[in-house]
């Protein structure tokens, strides 16, 4: 195939494309090479694990493969390589994300600081800041969660509230941070969060917000895992009682915190939502399987909504595909048209996998204790199956990361120009 270890992270996968022939068919059979001979042994019993409604499984596990990424080469492939990445190139990255969902390998735990916050930092972090942080990420020793919803503001990220002030006083040059942030992903196992503060008192809306990186092991930090629908807890609640970072700690200057802010989240719908799109393409296949086995797929309803099922994903791989060719995703409204498909047609697909399961579908399992067999209607009792938990989890599809309301409102306002709705 070729004389070069695509896996040695010293080889600048960028400047070996550019100078191999074939390149893109030698990396991806590369690539799924890797997967094939390490999802195996220790780590085969992670494959398909972690993904919608079960974060919490084999999370020591999945950081254990993680970290195993890291050692061969596999994380932070499209960072540049003086901050320890691959210096992927676009085409690379999307083949990789491809071959890992079709390996059905297991979810990662290091998706906030790899895809989200390393690139914010190259793009708007001080070389001290990334010196500190990046390496941490690249072999996946510290663990980053995500501050921006609160629950006075939800979606409306403008709409924070949690403060942060310099300690001028006591010269100690550090943030003193207090508020509350909710729905913030991993806070439960990472050491770290950025958050999102209102630094200039008595601003509003977009004005007067910081970018501030707060260490979670400290008194003024309580974390509280909020039970899903579910039964599990892979989110929580956050409490800022004069907890305090670093004054040099802040990405960007003071009162840029909306435009980092946006940054990171045009890099969080970038290229691994290709991925993700094999992964739900995964889900379907398995969907439609399971119909054609039980019957219902001879349901002309049923069989109507498969259909659309997978047009649909079609179409968002499309314009996926579009918009990062064309480098389009960081304007106005890319990455809002993106999530309403991707979010409206996976809480669809929840549904059909209980329309596919039938009336089944309503009823958990019974399973024993000391081969005592358990009452079903008891709801501590009750496992759920995989197609439930999808169902579940998949409610949360449409408000996580800016509600369908929130995304209607920016294409109509920042891309059809349309009057602002009224905010009292």
């Not at 970290?67 to 990445?85: D, E, K, M, Q, V």
């Not at 039970?227 to 004054?247: I, M, P, R, W």
């Not at 709801?379 to 169902?391: F, K, S």
């Amino acid at each position: 195939m070729t004389s070069i270890n695509l896996a040695d992270r010293s080889v600048d996968l960028g400047e070996w494309a550019r100078s191999t022939p074939d390149a893109a068919e030698i990396f991806a059979t590369a690539v799924r090479a890797w997967l094939d001979e390490n999802l195996a042994g220790e780590f085969a019993h992670l494959k398909g694990r972690g993904g919608p409604g079960s974060e919490h499984e084999f999370f020591d596990d999945r950081l254990a493969w993680d970290r195993h990424l890291a050692r061969s080469g596999w994380t932070c492939l499209g960072w540049p390589t003086r901050y320890g990445g691959r210096g992927a190139t676009l085409e690379q990255r999307i083949i990789f994300h491809q071959e890992y969902a079709r390996a059905n390998a297991p979810a990662r735990v290091n998706h906030l600081g790899e895809e989200l916050l390393g690139p914010t930092l190259i793009e708007y972090g001080t070389e001290a800041q990334k010196q500190r942080f990046l390496p941490g990420i690249v072999d996946v020793t510290e663990l980053w969660a995500q501050g921006y919803s609160e629950p006075g503001a939800g979606s409306d990220l403008a709409g924070v509230a949690t403060s942060a002030r310099l300690d001028d006083e006591s010269g100690s040059g550090r943030w003193i941070i207090n508020g509350q942030k909710i729905w913030t992903s991993l806070a439960h196992v990472a050491q770290w969060c950025f958050v999102i503060c209102r630094t200039e008192k008595g601003s509003t809306r977009h004005k007067g917000l910081s970018f501030l990186l707060v260490p979670l092991d400290q008194d003024g930090v309580t974390v509280r895992p909020i039970q899903q629908l579910t039964g599990t807890s892979e989110f929580n609640e956050v409490f800022f009682d004069d907890a305090v970072t670093d004054a040099d700690l802040i990405v960007g200057e003071p009162g840029e915190g909306w435009k980092v802010a946006m940054g990171l989240l045009q890099f969080e719908r970038g290229v691994s939502t290709l991925g993700q799109q094999v992964g739900f393409e995964r889900e379907l296949r398995n969907i439609t399987e399971l119909a054609q086995a039980n019957g219902s797929a001879k349901n002309p309803e049923i069989a109507s909504r498969l259909t659309r099922a997978w047009i649909g994903l079609k179409v968002m791989w499309a314009n996926a595909e579009r918009t990062l060719a064309g480098d389009i995703v960081s304007q106005d409204g890319a990455a809002s048209v993106a999530k309403l498909l991707w979010a409206n047609w996976h809480r669809d697909l929840g549904e059909l996998a209980m329309a596919v399961v039938g009336p089944p579908s309503l009823l958990g399992p019974t399973h024993t204790v000391e081969g005592v067999a358990n009452d079903i209607t008891d709801p501590d009792n009750v496992e759920l199956d995989e197609w439930q938990r999808l169902y579940l989890f998949t409610r949360a599809d449409t408000i996580y990361g800016g509600s369908n309301e929130v995304q209607r409102n920016i294409i109509a306002e920042r891309v059809l120009g349309l009057p602002r709705e009224a905010r009292q």
